[in-house]
């Protein structure tokens, strides 16, 4: 496995960012804004969602590495064909809202599929929120045994702020900080934290342990792409010098 190495790097010093347009997002014309953004206001990677298509004009735009996520193994392997430099099993909060649950033998067997059908690329993994946290972090282990480089934290939808303000993004943020801290701790791949995240709480994950973050709604939701770009340039400079409370 060779890991895109402007990424590696960034994951070496904990400061990757992942802009993420949105599994279930195959609008090309809002995919491409987002993915632009993102280069321009300083992001790692994007991650878009699974469609050869979208991966050839996505790639026809940006230089950044491109991740694409899915559910179904089967699905990578046209996108690795038109240059998807890593592929992600997750994120699996769209499907929540839908019923789909997803239980640690089905993430488990996803991932050996995944690995069987492409042995050589950069393999990231969701560990679902909805599993208690001693679940999550079993769960972890066994995905980096069975070969995944990277792993990732979830838990936005989990979380029911009740505050406002930055008491409301620190409650939204808490699933997946107390996943990225403990999973960090217990797996010797990197953590990517994501779901629920801000500039706010970013630096909070670096903390935590994550070498990077992941972060959706609160760039893609936005109306402009002047608007995400800065959103995506402040959350840059919220890594950039992270304060470490672990201990």
């Known amino acids: 496995m060779t890991m895109n190495a402007t990424l590696q790097t960034a994951l070496q010093q904990r400061t990757a960012l992942k802009v993420i347009s949105g599994l ?26 699974a469609s050869a298509d ?11 590495p491109v991740c694409v996520s ?15 430099d890593l592929i992600e099993i997750g994120n699996f909060d769209a499907f929540y809202a839908q019923g789909r649950r997803f239980e640690a033998a089905e ?11 492409l042995p050589q690329v950069t393999l990231s993994v969701t560990v679902p929120h909805i599993l208690t946290l001693d679940q999550q972090v079993q769960l972890a282990e066994e995905l980096v045994n069975a070969g995944a480089d990277l792993i990732q934290t979830e838990g936005g939808t ?18 997946t900080l107390a996943a990225a801290y403990e ?34 709604s609160a760039i893609n939701q936005l ?3 002047v608007a995400m770009v800065a959103a995506v340039r402040s959350i840059v400079e919220a890594i950039a010098t992270p304060v470490n409370v672990r201990q």
């Open 24 to 49: 279930t997002n195959f609008e090309g014309d809002r995919v491409c804004a987002i993915v632009r953004a993102a280069e321009q206001g300083g992001a790692t990677f994007v991650d878009i969602a």
């Open 54 to 64: 979208l991966v050839r004009r996505v790639k026809g735009l940006i230089s950044l």
């Open 70 to 84: 899915a559910v179904d193994p089967e699905a990578f392997v046209p996108c690795v064909e038109a240059g998807a």
């Open 107 to 117: 993430v488990l067997e996803l991932t050996r599929r995944t690995r069987a059908l």
């Open 158 to 175: 989990s979380s029911q702020p009740t505050h406002p303000g930055t008491l409301g993004l620190m409650e939204k943020a808490a699933p």
């Open 183 to 216: 999973i960090s701790k217990a797996v010797s791949v990197p953590v990517l934290c994501a779901s629920g995240l801000s500039s706010v709480t970013a630096p909070l994950a670096i903390a935590a342990g994550a070498s990077g973050v992941g972060v959706g």
């Open 223 to 225: 109306n402009s792409e």
